[in-house]
């Protein structure tokens, strides 16, 4: 299935927008953009990229399944760690190259511990006004040992 | 300011992760990725791309820029319909190649004339067990008349 999309190409701006057929439109990489939030809370948890393969396998099992741009590699997400992702609801947006997962987080998102990626605050407006120079505020603690959950 | 970056260039994984320096990881074509959800409600209503430029004019005025990959492009979010964002919060991800940006937005977030970008969902499962003939379901309604906004 590696090279072989299970999914129609895509089509017009129009059939891309109004249709009701998923034609996601990878980009050159063979990608598409996921954002995951929480579905309890709403926060974003993460962004990662799905190929077909991948989001075939999370439409298919209702976990989610991302591509590793640096491993070049189908990952499941908890695969190492244990902090695998149920999907309660999975959108495509109007283009058809992004796609929003509502998630049952297991522990925590982020390998460095934190629940969520976003965990530091850009300053906006007179306190970031020298865009080079600006200090980010920590907003989310660590929720588990990322030396622990890795190490195999 | 387009072709030199106000930010200092990324430093290590550790660096990255755990620094308190806002030192965006650009990729091979000069953008990290923007999540941008509604400050009040928490839906995800647009993904798109930011280059250097764009993320320094969203820090520095807290309204949001973005940089148009089919149009190489820098765009003030609603110049054109009017629909603009505000930005109540921005967030920095773990390896800084995301933003997350919680908006007050204007009217609505996608051209097509739906509040969210997002708003056709995919069945999970049996019900999308054939990736290749899953039917989306509308779950966004139009709130304007796409046509009467971009009309100049």
Redesign the interface.
Known sequence: MSNQS???PPGSAADL??????TPKFDADGLV?A?V?DAA????L??AHMNAEA??KT????EAWYFSRSRRALWKKGETSGHTQR?V???????QD???LKVEQAVAA???G?RS?????????KA?????A??????GERVFDPKAAYRK
Chains 1, 2 share one sequence.
């Not at 927008?17 to 998923?22: N, R």
């Not at 439409?59 to 209702?62: E, N, P, T, V, Y």
């Open positions: 299970p999914f129609a927008e109004e249709g009701a057929s998923l953009t954002v939030t809370s709403g926060e974003v993460m962004v989001l075939a439409i298919d099992s209702g999907v609801e999975l959108r495509i947006d109007c283009d992004a796609v929003w982020c390998h460095t934190r990626c976003f965990y530091r605050n850009v300053p906006l407006g970031g006004a020298k865009p080079g600006v200090t980010l505020a920590f907003v």
